[in-house]
């Protein structure tokens, strides 16, 4: 198996075990006694398992009966006669009982708090979804979400699901092209994006963006709902363009949902996979809001006076899920920060934990390295006091940054969650339960109940007992699945299905395209991606996408892009080019190297340039010209070659490659 050494290796190592203080096992929700019923319930009936949970925790306007359709396999259906609307889930049925309870508090970048009540957010919601009517959007049709990280973009997500529009939301942080492409693969008429936004301290015009990916493509848009929040000076594009407030204003706060059958597609969200192109992810109504739902109950043990506050941007899966979805149909108060964590100064995190309350903290472990390494004056300075439980996500969490967090953050005795998941999974998939098993470091221990997760070899065969290594594989269909990739239901079928062969009982094992070991006591380590994807400061990017951005530059012949290890974002993009014609040296090449990595952040989005950028005349190829990444890896971190390299056509080059840097 090709797998990256991240420099995660030394978890392997680990033998340290943190149980849960007899203070919260008392108060959780879950502990090991009732874990273990869930465990055993899902064992011996998973299909009824899943339905019961379905039944009891979700809002259905019409049953089900059927709890899961494999008929199709991999195609699987889940809940198909029932419907719902995961609006109503997430606002009316908490009207009656928490209709005055806060909902979302927001914190701007440059300060400055909002709160929404349940009352008022389905008021808001309302609105928008009767404004999205009027301008024509109906039932599975499209919306695009190109928003800044505030209580709108929760009310945009609501409000199409409301009406039974399919949102698919694009990080403010992509590049016009990027966004363009999303346009395109969806065929969305509609967009919802705002004047800017600030982080950091930064103005990002959206609007502009918007403006040029239209310029230069998206021909299926017709209006674009622009919200008033960055005060940019905005260029509004007669007949098209549309501000939120007044599309809004003459709206009633009154919306009849529509009621969608459960496998009615929520959301697409793109992600990068092995291919230039990313996929767009399909998630469905009843089992993604399932499995949203329950895993905020589970892993982070929620409660009703708890001020959650997930970090992530609603951009990404993370803020799908654990800022919207699953807090919301919990009936929980959300907090939602518009910035970055060392603006106006690296204490900025441990001031809204102090100032709003928060008891339940979840962010990435690039976040957490990032602010280690600012020192623990930070973090001292604030009354961290209200906090009960900390979580983590998105990529693997070293065991020093996990004892800082522990130490520092934790006080040395609040529950760490490390939750293992992907876009495609929808929800988290291996996690801690806080309250019912000790945690170790680096480890994000056990899969969840009704998760059914092996470690397999190259041929697809799980490994038997417990401590084994190999790719991580998922054994049955779970609730809140990703249902296919929209627009290429073969690709979903080949990407996450097809690399072993169909298991005698007629099931599929979903290949997570993440390698693992298991330990002695049945825990798992993610060691990282398997196939050629990069995961940076927790964002997910493909090589070939930085490659594709990459030759698409006039002076570019040829590149390939690797992964290698760095402290505090996790990876470091590292590409080699070969140019077109007479390669520069000195301040040429300096200067052409900045003008790739601008070029590469046109292209994608700034969260894709790369770190470094090594010019060369060649690469390491087989006779039968395939790149040797694997030795690319070890000339980007800077190791001294030891693989066999006796089947490269060019030897001669990888002394030159090395001298690069
Ligand atoms: C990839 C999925 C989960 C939502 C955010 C990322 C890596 C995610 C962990 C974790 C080790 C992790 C995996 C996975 N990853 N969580 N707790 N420990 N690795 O979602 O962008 O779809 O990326 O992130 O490599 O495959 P995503």
Redesign the pocket.
């Known amino acids: 198996m090709s797998q990256p050494d991240n420099g995660i290796s030394s978890v392997l190592a680990e033998t340290r075990s943190f149980p849960p203080s007899p203070d919260f096992v008392a108060r959780a929700r879950l502990d090991a006694d009732k874990l273990a019923g869930l465990h055993a319930a899902a064992a011996t009936d998973y299909i009824g398992f899943w339905g019961d949970l379905a039944k009891k925790e979700l809002a259905w306007q019409t049953p089900f009966r059927t709890v899961l359709d494999d008929s199709d396999a991999p195609n699987y259906r889940w809940f198909t006669d029932g419907k719902t609307n995961a609006s109503v889930n997430c606002l009316d049925r908490h009207l009656g009982s928490r209709g005055d309870k806060i909902a979302i508090r927001f914190e701007a970048d440059k300060g400055g708090a909002r709160t929404f009540t349940y009352k008022q957010l389905h008021a808001a919601v309302c609105k928008l979804a009767n404004g999205l009517k009027s301008l024509g959007v109906v039932k599975s049709d499209r919306v695009i979400v190109y928003l800044p990280h505030t209580p709108e973009a929760v009310i945009a997500l609501l409000a199409c699901a409301r009406i039974g529009a399919i949102h698919s939301v694009v990080f403010g942080g992509f590049s016009a092209s990027s966004l363009k492409d999303r346009i395109e693969d969806t065929a969305a008429k509609w967009i919802i994006t705002a004047d800017g936004n600030s982080r950091g301290g930064n103005v990002i015009d959206l609007k502009k963006t918007v403006d040029e990916s239209l310029a230069s493509g998206g021909k299926t848009v017709e209006k674009v709902v622009v919200l008033k929040h960055g005060d940019n000076a905005v260029q509004m594009s007669a007949g098209r363009d549309i501000w939120w407030h007044e599309l809004v204003a003459t709206q009633a706060d009154r919306c009849e949902p529509e009621w969608v059958e459960a496998e009615h597609p929520l959301f697409l969200l793109y992600?990068?996979g092995s291919t230039g192109k990313p996929k767009g992810i399909q998630h469905s109504t009843g089992g993604y809001l399932l499995g949203a739902h329950l895993t905020c109950q589970w892993i982070f043990d929620l409660k009703e006076d708890d001020v959650f506050w997930c970090t992530?941007d609603v951009g990404?899966?993370?803020g799908h899920?654990y800022v919207t979805y699953g807090p919301l149909s919990n009936g929980a108060t959300v907090m939602m920060f518009e910035g970055v964590p060392t603006y106006p100064d690296a204490g900025r995190f441990w001031k809204i934990c102090q100032d709003h309350g928060v008891t339940i903290f979840y962010t990435?472990?690039t976040a957490i390295r990032a602010l280690m390494k600012l020192g623990d004056d930070w973090p001292k300075k604030y009354d961290l006091s209200k906090l009960r439980m900390l979580g983590?996500?998105?990529?693997?969490?070293n065991p020093e940054a996990w004892m800082w967090y522990h130490r520092v953050i934790g006080n040395e005795k609040l529950p760490i969650v490390?939750?293992?998941?992907?876009?495609?999974?929808g929800a988290?998939m291996?996690?801690p339960i806080p309250g019912a098993m000790p945690t170790k470091p680096g480890s994000?221990t056990k899969p969840l109940p009704g998760i059914f997760c092996e470690i397999v070899n190259e041929a697809g065969v799980p490994e038997k007992g417990k401590e084994a290594g190999g790719y991580l594989v998922i054994t049955k269909p779970w609730p809140h699945m990703l249902r296919t990739i929209w627009g290429d239901n073969e690709r979903y079928k080949k990407a996450y299905f097809g690399q072993f062969p169909q298991q005698a009982d007629g099931g599929y094992f979903y290949v997570?395209?993440?390698g693992a070991h298991r330990d002695k006591d049945g825990y798992y380590w993610?060691m990282?991606?398997v196939d050629d994807?990069l995961?940076v400061s927790?964002?997910?990017l493909g090589t070939m996408e930085v490659e594709s951005a990459l030759v698409s530059h006039p002076r570019v012949a040829e590149a390939a892009v690797v992964g290698r290890p760095h402290d505090v974002k996790g990876e470091a993009i590292c590409a080699f080019v070969i140019l077109k014609g007479t390669r520069p040296e000195g301040a040429e090449a300096e200067k052409l190297i900045k003008e790739l990595r601008d070029h590469v952040a046109k292209e994608i989005g700034a969260i894709a340039k790369p770190d470094d950028i090594r010019l060369a005349d060649g690469l390491p190829k087989t006779r039968s010209g395939k790149i040797m990444r694997r030795l690319l890896r070890s000339i980007a971190k800077g190791e001294a070659i030891t693989q066999d390299t006796s089947t490269l056509e060019n030897p001669a080059i990888l002394e030159q490659l090395a001298q690069t840097n």
Do not use: F, K, L
Not at 418 to 425: A, G, M, N, S, V
């Open positions: 992600t990068s992530a990404w899966i993370t899920s990435a472990p983590s996500v998105g990529e693997p969490i490390d939750t293992w998941w992907q876009t495609e999974t988290a291996i996690s994000c997570a395209g993440d993610i990282g991606r994807v995961n927790g964002h997910r």
